[in-house]
């Protein structure tokens, strides 16, 4: 049951969950939205969260494009997300999440995703490799030897997701468009999917930013209580950098807001 999922998740993880939403193409014709000319993100970019659970402090979530490597023969981006619980949070309910996606440098398509996740003793280990060949993946932590088949076309990990959706190039986004991309987590199929609401600007600890604001579309059985009850706010501008969620969800209410980043591509726009 995905509610009981979500009701066993850390905050920190939440994090990592509701960060990738912005994902996809446009639902009505798949050939909108493509990747821009060129990545908004380089080795060395970081970007650090604080992480709000109701009004307590609740942990520090961190995203940093580490290096690029070899897996399997391709060159790959290696990103690392981590998260630790903080203050009274982590004496009720210590947590450390690390998740890691490898992203073949062109196509920006998973080869390998790992979870490392430690939320008061309930532990989630998984080791992924994708297989786009023979469209199959493949978890070392659970069976080495069996295979998730049949996978949809440009399936992302959870963590993937969210610099595949930076990539994209969202320029010429209407009001209501949805966006969506099929995520493989845990073993199963997710179709992330969020709608464009409108261009809004978001004051930050560095100044105002003009963000870019979308809702998820609600599907029975996730972790939003209904529609208008998680928001995200995304830069606009080439960098498509998540700069704010704010969500009510069945276990509770839950804001991240940008705290600090170094190493962009492009430097922020700030609006008076």
Same mark, same amino acid.
């Given at each position: 049951?995905?509610?009981?999922?979500?009701?066993?998740?850390?905050?920190?993880?939440?994090?990592?969950? =509701?960060?990738?939403?912005?994902?996809?193409? +446009?639902? !009505?014709?798949? !050939?909108?939205?493509?990747?821009?000319?060129?990545?908004?993100?380089?080795?060395?970019?970081?970007?650090?969260?604080?992480? @709000?659970?109701?009004?307590?402090?609740? &942990?520090?979530?961190?995203?940093?494009?580490?290096?690029?490597?070899?897996?399997?023969? *391709?060159?790959?981006?290696?990103?690392?997300?981590?998260?630790?619980?903080?203050? /009274?949070?982590?004496?009720?309910?210590?947590?450390?999440? +690390?998740?890691?996606?490898?992203?073949?440098?062109?196509?920006?398509?998973?080869?390998?995703? =790992?979870?490392?996740?430690?939320?008061?003793?309930?532990?989630?280990?998984?080791?992924?490799?994708?297989?786009?060949? *023979?469209?199959?993946?493949?978890?070392?932590?659970?069976?080495?030897?069996?295979?998730?088949? *049949?996978?949809? /076309?440009?399936? @992302?990990?959870?963590? !993937?997701?969210?610099?595949?959706?930076?990539?994209?190039?969202?320029?010429?986004? *209407?009001?209501?468009? =949805?966006? $969506?991309?099929? /995520?493989?987590?845990? @073993?199963?199929?997710?179709?992330?999917?969020?709608?464009?609401?409108?261009?809004?600007?978001?004051?930050?600890?560095?100044?105002?930013?003009?963000?870019?604001?979308?809702?998820?579309?609600?599907?029975?059985?996730?972790?939003?209580?209904?529609?208008?009850?998680?928001?995200?706010?995304?830069?606009?501008?080439?960098? $498509?950098?998540?700069?704010?969620?704010? !969500?009510?969800?069945?276990?509770?209410?839950?804001?991240?807001?940008?705290?600090?980043?170094? &190493?962009?591509?492009?430097?922020?726009?700030?609006?008076?």
């Amino acid at each position: 049951d995905n509610i009981m999922k979500a009701s066993k998740l850390s905050i920190i993880s939440l994090a990592f969950l =509701v960060l990738p939403s912005m994902a996809g193409v +446009r639902e !009505s014709d798949s !050939s909108v939205f493509k990747m821009q000319d060129a990545k908004p993100f380089k080795v060395g970019e970081e970007i650090t969260y604080r992480v @709000h659970y109701g009004l307590v402090n609740a &942990g520090e979530a961190k995203i940093k494009v580490q290096e690029i490597v070899k897996v399997g023969g *391709k060159s790959a981006y290696h990103m690392v997300g981590t998260g630790q619980s903080t203050g /009274v949070v982590d004496w009720v309910f210590p947590t450390t999440d +690390r998740y890691e996606t490898y992203m073949e440098q062109n196509t920006l398509l998973p080869v390998r995703f =790992v979870r490392d996740v430690n939320e008061n003793g309930y532990i989630i280990k998984r080791d992924i490799y994708f297989n786009r060949e *023979k469209n199959y993946a493949k978890d070392l932590q659970f069976h080495k030897d069996f295979k998730f088949a *049949k996978l949809p /076309v440009g399936v @992302h990990d959870i963590f !993937s997701a969210f610099y595949f959706a930076r990539a994209l190039d969202v320029s010429a986004i *209407k009001e209501g468009d =949805v966006i $969506h991309i099929p /995520v493989f987590l845990d @073993h199963e199929i997710f179709p992330f999917k969020i709608k464009f609401v409108k261009r809004e600007a978001i004051k930050t600890d560095y100044g105002k930013i003009m963000c870019l604001k979308f809702v998820p579309v609600v599907q029975e059985g996730r972790v939003f209580k209904d529609e208008d009850d998680m928001y995200l706010w995304i830069s606009d501008d080439s960098n $498509h950098v998540p700069i704010r969620i704010q !969500s009510e969800l069945l276990v509770g209410s839950i804001k991240i807001d940008l705290k600090e980043y170094k &190493g962009l591509v492009n430097p922020f726009t700030f609006v008076k």
